[in-house]
């Protein structure tokens, strides 16, 4: 899992060079985007949707929903996977650039997660000096809340790229994973 978020950290911060130059239109108004999450589609086997609503030019609110296309099969693979099956993260974002609802954001997030992970159950046995161990596949259910850092852009008219990196913390359940990460390099329009 660290080695897949240092490999999304240089994605975005060669991304964010690559697109610095981009100008925005002042005169476009931008109310609302929706975006799809193309990291989770290509390195997790997730389609992750995201509508944004913007409350004003510094700041705005939305909901992402996540789906794992994987299934349980994910287990049976040395792929990365997310533990989640499904999940929903409303989020606020602030806004920092000079342009009106594009540049540096500061997000907080709170979300509703439900997924499966690897139960593993030893069984020992003291008279023949040996243990095993069964495993199954266990549900969780949890809330989680935390913090994201990302940027966008305005890369075409009506088309916006965008960068999230973050990371967030189980509340409420024992058997889920304790930290979430956030990554997200999206394309959306608006």
Do not use: C
Not at 76 to 98: A, H, Q, V
């Amino acid at each position: 899992m660290i080695k897949i978020m240092k490999k999304a950290l240089i994605i975005l911060i060669l991304v964010s060079f690559r697109l610095s130059g981009q100008q925005n239109d002042p005169s476009k108004i931008i109310k609302s985007e929706l975006n799809i999450n193309l990291f989770s589609l290509l390195v997790f086997e997730g389609f992750e949707l995201t509508y944004e609503k913007y409350i004003d030019n510094q700041s705005s609110y939305g909901i992402s929903g996540f789906i794992n296309l994987k299934g349980k099969n994910r287990f049976n693979d040395d792929s990365p996977f997310y533990y989640e099956s499904y999940s929903i993260t409303p989020f606020y974002r602030l806004y920092f650039g000079r342009k009106n609802k594009i540049g540096p954001f500061l997000e907080g997030f709170a979300g509703f997660s439900s997924g499966s992970y690897e139960h593993f159950d030893y069984i020992y046995n003291d008279n023949a000096f040996y243990s095993s161990y069964t495993a199954s596949i266990k549900s969780y259910n949890t809330a989680n809340l935390g913090i994201s850092l990302g940027s966008k852009w305005n890369i075409k008219d009506k088309i916006l790229f965008s960068t999230i990196l973050g990371i967030g913390r189980s509340i409420g359940s024992a058997n889920s994973p304790e930290f979430f990460p956030r990554i997200s390099i999206a394309l959306g329009i608006y």
